[in-house]
């Protein structure tokens, strides 16, 4: 899987505000194994998170397995080769943590033909914000923006007042991955992401005018709630 990042600004931005780079990435230094990219960041407990690993040295350098240190509690499933993009290959790598796995960090290593790459960091969190009832607001044919809304739990009361949002936004060819800040009031967020096309390279095709949109939220201390999808008809 491959991405194309928007480059939109979200003013005042201390932190999905559209940011150069890949989803929150997690980036590792190195010569020969090299992760690239990663993203999410976190795996929550009770569930299987699939995690995107962007793993360098093209199809030259496939990945033969998967360590988690420690591995109490996190279940490596099937990873699976993606798309190649700038030399690097996406992989998806589900991980399945227990409910009563301990919170905390955990490094991940993925382990290829030129050897272990340096240690990446995925983090159990303690508690998570949810969000459900994502509606799409406002997405005209032309414009600048499309504005939606979710509404949010948040028991630790972590949220804050603007969570940031991160978004996918596929309306043909790669897709737009951002992230914006929200208004939270009242149990509902609010946001509005770059409409795709102000996001137009010179000479690309028009965007289709039904787009696939995901959202996700992120609290205060940067845990990340479950991810919404819905289609959203630009006219």
Same mark, same amino acid.
């Given at each position: 899987?491959? #991405?194309?990042?928007?480059?939109?600004?979200?003013?005042? $931005?201390?932190?999905?505000?559209?940011?150069?780079?890949?989803? %929150?990435? @997690?980036?590792?230094?190195?010569?020969?194994?090299?992760? &690239?990219?990663?993203?999410?960041?976190?795996?929550?407990? *009770?569930?299987?998170?699939? =995690?995107?690993?962007?793993?360098?040295? *093209? %199809?030259?350098?496939? =990945?033969?397995?998967?360590?988690?240190?420690?591995?109490?509690?996190?279940?490596?499933?099937?990873? +699976?080769? /993606?798309? $190649?993009?700038?030399?690097?290959?996406?992989?998806?790598?589900?991980?399945?943590?227990?409910?009563?796995?301990?919170?905390?960090?955990?490094?991940?290593?993925?382990? @290829?033909?030129?050897?272990?790459?340096?240690?990446?960091?995925?983090?159990?969190?303690?508690?998570?914000?949810?969000?459900?009832?994502?509606?799409?607001?406002?997405?005209?044919?032309? *414009?600048?923006?499309?504005?939606?809304?979710?509404?949010?739990?948040?028991?630790?009361?972590?949220?804050?007042?603007?969570?940031?949002?991160?978004?996918?936004?596929?309306? *043909? /060819?790669?897709?737009?991955?951002?992230?914006?800040?929200?208004?939270?009031?009242? @149990?509902?967020?609010?946001?509005?992401?770059?409409?795709?096309?102000?996001?137009? +390279?010179?000479?690309?095709?028009?965007?289709?005018?039904?787009?696939?949109?995901?959202?996700?939220?992120?609290?205060?201390?940067? #845990?990340?709630?479950?991810? $919404? +999808?819905?289609?959203? &008809?630009? +006219?």
């Amino acid at each position: 899987m491959s #991405f194309r990042v928007s480059s939109y600004v979200v003013v005042a $931005l201390s932190a999905f505000v559209c940011v150069v780079g890949v989803a %929150r990435p @997690g980036e590792a230094q190195g010569l020969n194994a090299v992760i &690239e990219a990663y993203f999410p960041t976190q795996a929550a407990p *009770g569930q299987t998170t699939v =995690i995107n690993v962007a793993m360098n040295g *093209g %199809r030259n350098n496939p =990945i033969q397995s998967i360590q988690i240190t420690p591995s109490a509690g996190v279940t490596v499933g099937a990873f +699976k080769a /993606g798309e $190649l993009k700038e030399g690097a290959v996406w992989w998806t790598v589900p991980l399945t943590v227990a409910r009563d796995a301990a919170p905390g960090p955990r490094t991940l290593v993925a382990v @290829g033909s030129a050897g272990p790459t340096t240690p990446v960091t995925v983090t159990i969190p303690e508690h998570l914000p949810a969000i459900s009832d994502l509606k799409v607001l406002s997405a005209p044919a032309t *414009g600048t923006t499309m504005d939606f809304q979710f509404a949010v739990t948040d028991s630790a009361g972590d949220l804050g007042e603007s969570p940031l949002v991160w978004f996918i936004l596929g309306c *043909g /060819g790669e897709p737009e991955l951002g992230l914006v800040k929200g208004k939270a009031t009242g @149990g509902v967020v609010r946001a509005s992401v770059p409409h795709p096309r102000t996001q137009l +390279k010179p000479g690309a095709a028009p965007p289709n005018a039904r787009c696939d949109f995901q959202a996700r939220a992120s609290d205060s201390k940067g #845990f990340d709630s479950n991810t $919404l +999808k819905t289609v959203v &008809e630009f +006219k």
